[in-house]
């Protein structure tokens, strides 16, 4: 059965007689291309109702069905879409600068990520048309470039016409700089505006450069009015850019805005499991890690998963290194830590007010005066109330020196900030997330 004959029996299931007979059958076949069904409607009427009332739906339905979607034209330009199919395929995969191993298979999905992981996917599937822009974040080695760089892959994957480009930040500044002094900038507005797809890393760096930022503005409009897909990875929401324009932020905030938490212990194991898995083939002995060493190493380092998986290369080399001259061992916990004393630090942290000041400031992207200033905006409010709540959960100091920690305040106001943060956390699953993983940070 052809995609024709596969989306007439879809519309047979979900419009009536008449309405098919209406706004379906002057639809004329015109060719496929590229898991692609083109129609030509022989009205702009035909055209506009049905891509405001039922083409989403048929490609949502296609796509994961059978692979292909459908696009709708007015009579008259089929000529344009059938000399397309005389066109040589391009592999433009060379020159997108993503990295084949970051998929979306190869991603562990847990709590952390899953908000994030589902968007882009999505993304991926109908690239220009879900969301766009979309905006992931996170604090670093927590995977958002593996994200970016997983949309990218399967976007080329499903379509290799599809011009897709990533670049970090530096990269676009620096390129920018290079054309400006070959008297060549028409060029690299040209390159960039003719793509289909922006994967753009880094952007908290944008705000550094003034005649960057205002290239990357036009470049941005003229994409989103072209229904190009952007991405945009930073460690930073954008409220907490504080050089930020408010015509780029503004920008941001109009397509879909996702975070990525820190890993909780069992998602650690599961990334290291998998992990391990990926690189049997890599080393020339096939080493056994028995779970206390798999659940020693996803103790130990909390925060960042790329330091996670550095530190499971150093153990494997180091293992192979010392046991090359046999076909397979097992690494204990006593060898583990041998191999990673200089890599990391497994002692227990010394936890005390200002090991929470410090940690709070870096995570809100604020100074630490400012939790101990007179300043009860929100953006300072809250993070000086996690701040006080897990001071008050994570040591023993009382109420009275909490708030002489934070430039004076009565121990009845820190009392109320705690109670609010514990409301708060009954309330806001994805705000509770983010206060256990600080928790988790701290513990053992």
């Known amino acids: 059965m052809d995609n024709l004959e596969k989306l007439k029996n879809y519309l047979k299931g979900v419009l009536d007689d008449p309405s ?5 059958d002057p639809l004329k076949y015109i060719g496929s291309l590229d898991n692609t069904l083109f129609l030509g409607a022989p009205e702009q009427k035909n055209l506009i109702w049905i891509k405001q009332n039922l083409l989403e739906d048929i490609n949502k339905y296609t796509k994961k069905n059978f692979n292909f979607i459908t696009k709708i034209v007015p009579l008259g330009e089929e000529e344009v879409v059938q000399d397309m199919q005389d066109i040589p395929r391009k592999n433009i995969g ?18 952390s990520n899953r908000i994030a992981y589902s968007f882009s996917y999505s993304v ?27 949309i990218g892959n399967r976007i ?3 379509n290799h016409r599809i011009n897709v480009i990533y670049l970090t930040t530096s990269d676009f500044m620096n390129e920018y700089v290079e054309y400006t002094r070959l008297n060549k900038r028409s060029d690299f507005i040209k390159k960039y505006t003719s793509v289909d797809v922006l994967l753009i890393d880094d952007i908290q760096y944008i705000t550094k450069w003034g005649g960057t930022s205002e290239q990357f503005y036009y470049i941005f ?12 990875c930073s460690d930073k929401h954008p409220d907490n850019m504080p050089d930020l324009e408010k015509r780029i932020k503004s920008r941001f905030e109009m397509g879909a805005i996702v975070d990525i938490f820190p890993y909780d212990l069992e998602a650690r194991i599961a990334i290291l499991q998998k992990k391990i898995a990926e690189r049997k083939n890599l080393f020339h002995n096939d080493f056994s890690i028995p779970n206390e060493v798999i659940e020693f190493l996803a103790n130990a380092i909390k925060d960042n998963i790329r330091k996670l998986e550095g530190a499971l290369n150093r153990l494997l080399g180091y293992a192979d290194l010392k046991h090359s001259d046999l076909q397979s061992t097992t690494i204990t916990l006593p060898f583990a830590k041998e191999a990673l004393r200089p890599y990391m630090n497994i002692e227990k942290k010394i936890i005390t007010i200002d090991t929470i000041q410090e940690f709070i400031s ?8 400012e939790l101990k200033a007179k300043n009860n905006s929100p953006k300072i409010a809250l993070p000086r109330q996690v701040a006080m709540y897990l001071i008050k959960k994570l040591t023993r100091n009382p109420l009275a020196e909490i708030g002489m920690a934070f430039g004076g305040k009565h121990h009845t106001t820190v009392l109320h900030s705690i109670h609010k943060i514990e409301k708060m956390l009954q309330t806001d699953n994805d705000f509770s997330r983010k206060v256990n993983s600080y928790i988790e940070f701290f513990s053992d």
């Open 20 to 24: 098919i007979k209406k706004w379906i």
């Open 94 to 111: 060379h020159n997108s600068r993503l990295q084949k191993k970051y998929t979306f298979d190869s991603l562990v999905q847990s709590d």
């Open 362 to 369: 870096d995570k809100f992207d604020i100074k630490i005066d």
């Open 221 to 232: 409009n003229n994409l989103i009015q072209q229904d190009k897909q952007i991405v945009i």
């Open 156 to 158: 080329i994957q499903n």
């Open 124 to 150: 991926s599937e109908f690239p220009g048309k879900s969301y766009n822009p979309l905006y992931i974040y996170s604090d670093v080695g927590l995977g958002k470039t593996h994200l970016m760089q997983a």
